[in-house]
T-cell receptor
Framework: GDSVTQMEGPVTLSEEAFLTINCTYTATGYPSLFWYVQYPGEGLQLLLKATKADDKGSNKGFEATYRKETTSFHLEKGSVQVSDSAVYFC?????????????FGTGTRLTIIP | DTAVSQTPKYLVTQMGNDKSIKCEQNLGHDTMYWYKQDSKKFLKIMFSYNNKELIINETVPNRFSPKSPDKAHLNLHINSLELGDSAVYFC?????????????FGQGTRLTVV
């Protein structure tokens, strides 16, 4: 079945540091890939997505590139801020739309210190 | 205007009670989900409905019964609550048209069974 393996946290960085959170996946077919973010006390929000190989999703300074050859979708940001402190989830969905479930990674808690 | 709304946000109840969580979406989506998030932030799908029909039931105990009166609503009823049911429950919805890839989540319901 589908699965997502995500870098274990927690991750603590200083403000303005470079961030990478690794994500690899296993899926049949051609899944869509997502990063969701959960701020404290809130629900999940879509951060970015990519629906086919070599697509790059980007939002709020975060980027991730869909790499089919390495089955990866690593999240990066060049300079993190305290407001980026949250839990980040990598997720996939087979075929990209319809009633297929979203399969999530275990989440990575990120804390940015001033 | 909230896209996916859940009520209540917090629910504290005693073991053995029966409780319901309501979810409504105003996005016109065909598919709705319930996810359970445990204390370690791990997200696990419970149910998926498409146009009021049950599509996914991920080995959830029979004490959990989803009900979809129409495609904009997916409520979760839980009988005979147990301590292990304590978690945050998230409702989500998703479109089925081409290009509708991501799911939209509610703010979550924190259920505490004492």
């Amino acid at each position: 079945g589908d699965s997502v393996t995500q870098m274990e946290g927690p991750v603590t960085l200083s403000e303005e540091a470079f961030l990478t959170i690794n994500c690899t996946y296993t899926a049949t077919g051609y899944p869509s890939l997502f990063w969701y973010v959960q701020y404290p006390g809130e629900g999940l929000q879509l951060l970015l997505k990519a629906t086919k190989a070599d697509d790059k999703g980007s939002n709020k300074g975060f980027e991730a590139t869909y790499r089919k050859e390495t089955t990866s979708f690593h999240l990066e940001k060049g300079s993190v801020q305290v407001s980026d402190s949250a839990v980040y989830f990598c997720a996939l969905s087979d075929n990209g739309f319809g009633n297929e479930k979203l399969t999530f990674g275990t989440g990575t808690r990120l804390t940015i210190i001033p | 205007d909230t896209a996916v709304s859940q009520t209540p946000k917090y629910l504290v109840t005693q073991m053995g009670n029966d409780k319901s969580i309501k979810c409504e979406q105003n996005l016109g989506h065909d598919t709705m989900y319930w996810y359970k998030q445990d204390s370690k932030k791990f997200l696990k799908i419970m149910f998926s409905y498409n146009n009021k029909e049950l599509i996914i039931n991920e080995t959830v105990p029979n004490r959990f019964s989803p009900k979809s009166p129409d495609k904009a609503h997916l409520n979760l009823h839980i009988n005979s609550l147990e301590l292990g049911d304590s978690a945050v429950y998230f409702c989500a919805s998703r479109g089925t048209r081409r290009g509708d890839t991501e799911a939209f989540f509610g703010q979550g319901t924190r259920l505490t069974v004492v």
